[in-house]
């Protein structure tokens, strides 16, 4: 079993930056791979960015590529998506989210564990 719990959301202005941590739980961080989405007011959930267990692969949907950054610190049980360059599209509540072994990281249904979210908004 893993918890999740997302901080680190606000109101910034268009152009500013965030960075969103995930505290994680449990002594088996260090196995799962983690991910970040996001799900807008009326939309589905969609894929951010996600980083696998050793934190040496990193993956990021294209809306996300050049602009935001994930990172982990197993021995901190964190993730982290730096955010950078940021415009009103970009605001959703933000999840993380856990899977153990599984590739797909760009799918909902890869992941087993899940945050509450944490609300970002970008004005303009």
């Known amino acids: 079993q893993v918890q999740l719990v997302e901080s680190g959301g606000g109101l910034v202005q268009a152009g500013g930056s965030l960075r969103l941590s995930c505290a994680a739980s449990?002594?088996?961080?260090?196995?799962?791979?983690m991910g970040w989405f996001r799900q807008a007011p009326g939309k589905e959930r969609e894929f951010v960015a996600a980083?696998?267990?050793?934190?040496?692969?990193?993956y990021y949907a294209d809306s996300a590529k050049g602009r935001f950054t994930i990172s982990r610190d197993n021995a901190k049980n964190t993730v982290y998506l730096q955010m950078n360059s940021l415009n009103t599209e970009d605001t959703a509540v933000y999840y993380c989210?856990?899977?153990?072994?599984?590739?797909?990281?760009?799918?909902?249904?890869?992941?087993?564990?899940w945050g509450q979210g944490t609300q970002v908004t970008v004005s303009s």
């Open positions: 980083i696998t267990s050793r934190g040496d692969i990193t």
């Open positions: 449990g002594r088996t961080f260090s196995s799962y791979n």
């Open positions: 989210a856990a899977n153990y072994g599984s590739w797909r990281f760009r799918t909902i249904a890869g992941y087993d564990y």
